[in-house]
């Protein structure tokens, strides 16, 4: 008898219009990248507006959440354009440690970060036990290896504040 469990995880991921969700998830998923990309409704690093409204979005997600023991993430995106960046990377890490959030800035367009973003998250949440319904340990879930973690493998881009 097989002993492995598979987890289905659910991420929730919200922001403004045009800040490069889908982008993010379609080149962890796919890894590919549509720069005409419709946009559906993170925050753009070259946006400092999509940054301000982050609060409102924090609000919503207090407002209408079931749970206390979410893990939240705050990626800036689109950091391949850094002559048009209006938010320093130090102020995202600032709201995001404020807000006791992981913090990542990434680009869907290079791939910088997006895998490691997505692997970030789901390593906290399986260190989050109150997020698990049952005692069944989530071994299906397939992360990077430790020495890869050790080796710095995410670039620098990660920061657990």
């Known amino acids: 008898m097989d002993d492995d469990v598979l987890t289905t995880l ?21 890894d590919t990248f549509d720069p005409e990309l419709a946009a559906t409704i993170v925050y753009d690093v070259t946006k400092r507006d999509s940054f301000t409204r982050l609060e409102n979005w924090l609000n919503e997600l207090e407002t209408y959440c079931t749970r206390n023991d979410l893990v939240k993430m705050l990626v800036g995106n689109k950091i391949d354009r850094e002559e048009n960046r209006e938010v320093d990377r130090n102020e995202g890490l600032k709201f995001a440690r404020k807000h006791s959030m992981l913090f990542i800035e990434a680009s869907a367009k290079t791939r910088d970060g997006v895998q490691c973003a997505f692997e970030e998250l789901v390593e906290k949440i399986l260190q989050t036990p109150g997020l698990w319904e049952s005692n069944a340990q989530p071994r299906g879930v397939q992360l990077a290896d430790e020495e890869h ?7 620098g881009y990660c920061s657990i504040p």
Do not use: M, P, W, Y
Request: hydrophobic share 35%.
């Open 149 to 155: 973690h050790r080796a710095g493998g995410c670039g």
């Open 10 to 30: 659910k991420i929730l991921i919200i922001g403004e219009s045009g800040v490069g969700k889908s982008s993010l998830l379609l080149r962890f998923t796919d």
